[in-house]
């Protein structure tokens, strides 16, 4: 099992930038195909990001491709996410996952953090 944390969510105003971290302990994450997913009040977890052991491969919601950009640091067994042109949109609970394979879907991956509010202001 690999317990996740998040961290870096907050209040900022359309178009400003915000970096969420995903620390990772009790297994490295170098095997693992770490995610992130979000979720807005009265809808469901939906996928945003997500990069493979290989680092160059990585894979985005369309509603966010161009704005975010997911990275890894073994080293540190930390995932990030970063949001840059935030939208009101974009306002909600985001998650971080760890899985044995990338996916869309929520269920394909194990282990899951508490998440970390992140709310767009117009």
């Known amino acids: 099992q690999v317990l996740l944390v998040e961290s870096g969510g907050g209040l900022v105003q359309t178009g400003g930038s915000l970096k969420l971290s995903c620390a990772a302990s009790g297994r490295t994450i170098n095997s693992y195909a770490m995610g992130w997913f979000r979720q807005a009040p009265g809808k469901e977890r939906e996928f945003v990001a997500a990069i493979m052991w290989i680092a160059s491969s990585t894979y985005y919601a369309d509603s966010v491709k161009g704005r975010f950009t997911i990275s890894r640091d073994d080293a540190k067994n930390t995932v990030y996410l970063q949001m840059n042109s935030l939208k009101v949109e974009d306002t909600a609970v985001y998650y971080c996952?760890?899985?044995?394979?990338?996916?869309?879907?929520?269920?394909?991956?194990?282990?899951w953090g508490q998440g970390t509010q992140v709310t767009v202001s117009s």
């Open positions: 996952a760890a899985g044995r394979r990338w996916s869309v879907r929520p269920t394909e991956y194990d282990d």
